[in-house]
């Protein structure tokens, strides 16, 4: 049902946004466009399908985490 | 480069106010009461402080802006590479945060309003709001805000009046009795939910208003900053009043229960669905500021003309990530506590001081 959604979404979103950007010869948006909505779309079929996406607020806290034992050890 | 839009001071201060009470009106009473349990208020008087110094240093580096978001200036003052780092980081930074606050808003939603629908749906429903908002551009979410400002300013006027009845001031005694050291912990965290989002705002503070309303926004900005502390400071003190400190860190959404024992006379009560209808503004939009001027960072860090294309693709990873990042409402609560707190540091202090401080250094040595 997701993936269903999704395709309609993704389709619909190219018939309306990909031919301006054609003609224009906005290549860097076209690029950036359709980069965003690959990754976006992969994501949503792994997440349709079961599959665990890695969470990236783990690694913010491990990425913080001197700042967080150094707030901690000042505020308690 | 990208179409100069016009927001007047008075809609600043409106953009302001609902940024500032979104999302932190049902979360912050509970997680500031949890630490300084009765001196809640006090924490909350120090964070409105904090929170004005905080704007001062942002009007400060909005001067020196002037025509550029802090996207560009970054550019500008660090360098094409570094520079663009750091813009990069800071759009998804601005990104993230909209997608813990439409994980906020779907996690209340299902949980208290519509317990049988899924999250999916919730999420999904909103993200189109915000999607068909963010490509209507600021100046029409701003032009919003001046109708639906003065409804919700009702329904929080009508709020606090019906609760005054049932304030027991036993509830705040006794003052300063675990010393002060939780109270600073939840100003911190109390800075780190209102104040420290505002810099959201240095997208559009200098670049967008109108030009001759610049002097006049930038005390609208303070003003907006202290009516959103007030309307904190309230409702914080409300609940310490009223449910007392313990049962205020109990529930996850105290003012849900507050507005609970609100009523008129015998007939007219619960108003709880009129705090949910104040809640889903206010965070409608901090998440549409946040996730518009996400898109434009991306946009004039790559140089592109127009931030329209990316609405949608940004929206589909939106999505996920609003539904992956707390996988519970106690790894919610644990991160917003922690790292939340130096990520909001990072952002919204340490970025724009550097910006300032090296923008300030080159300038004087550009002229001298």
Not at chain 1, 40 to 53: A, K, P
Not at chain 2, 151 to 160: E, G, K, N, W
Not at chain 2, 243 to 259: C, K
Not at chain 2, 275 to 286: A, D, R
Request: net charge positive; aromatic share 14%; hydrophobic share 55%.
């Amino acid at each position: 049902m997701t993936i269903l959604i999704l395709i309609i979404i993704v389709i619909l979103t190219t018939i309306y946004e990909v031919p301006p950007l054609i003609r224009e010869k906005r290549y860097k948006e076209l690029i950036l466009f359709s980069g965003l909505l690959f990754f976006g779309s992969t994501l949503v079929i792994l997440e349709g399908l079961g599959v665990t996406v890695p969470n990236p607020f783990d690694a913010l806290t491990s990425f913080f985490k001197p700042m967080n034992d150094l707030l901690k050890a000042i505020f308690g | 480069m990208m179409n100069k839009s016009n927001i007047s001071a008075h809609q600043l201060r409106l953009l302001v106010v609902f940024c500032y009470i979104g999302t932190a009106v049902l979360v912050i009473p509970g997680t500031v009461a949890g630490d300084a349990k009765q001196d809640a208020w006090i924490s909350t008087l120090i964070g409105i402080f904090f929170g004005l110094v905080l704007i001062w240093s942002f009007t400060k580096l909005g001067d020196r802006m002037n025509n550029m978001t802090i996207v560009e200036y970054s550019v500008k003052t660090l360098g094409k590479w570094l520079g663009s780092f750091i813009a990069i980081m800071f759009s998804i930074f601005l990104f993230m945060n909209s997608a813990t606050m439409i994980y906020i808003l779907g996690n209340f939603i299902s949980s208290e309003i519509m317990t049988s629908t899924p999250i999916e749906i919730i999420i999904f429903i909103f993200l189109v709001v915000i999607i068909f908002a963010s490509r209507h551009g600021i100046e029409t979410i701003a032009r919003t805000s001046e109708i639906l400002f003065y409804i919700i300013a009702l329904i929080f006027i009508i709020f606090t009046v019906t609760l005054i009845k049932d304030i027991d001031f036993l509830n705040i005694q006794p003052i300063l009795e675990l010393g002060v050291k939780p109270i600073s912990k939840s100003a911190l965290f109390y800075s780190s939910g209102t104040s420290m989002t505002l810099v959201v705002f240095l997208m559009f503070y200098p670049a967008s208003i109108t030009t001759k309303e610049r002097t006049l926004a930038k005390k609208n900005f303070f003003y907006g900053a202290l009516i959103g502390g007030l309307i904190l400071f309230t409702v914080i003190i409300l609940c310490i009043l009223i449910l007392g400190p313990s049962a205020t860190t109990r529930g996850s959404y105290p003012v849900f229960q507050l507005a609970r024992k609100a009523s008129i006379g015998p007939s007219i009560e619960r108003f709880e669905s009129m705090i949910t209808v104040l809640w889903f503004v206010t965070v409608f939009y901090k998440t549409t500021l946040y996730f518009h001027s996400s898109l434009i960072g991306i946009a004039q860090t790559f140089k592109l003309k127009c931030y329209k294309p990316l609405t949608v693709p940004m929206g589909t990873i939106l999505f996920i990530l609003a539904l992956i990042i707390y996988p519970n409402s106690i790894y919610a609560s644990d991160w917003d506590s922690s790292t939340w707190v130096s990520v909001a540091i990072t952002f919204c202090i340490l970025i724009p001081l550097i910006l300032l401080i090296v923008g300030k250094i080159r300038y004087i040595a550009e002229n001298h």
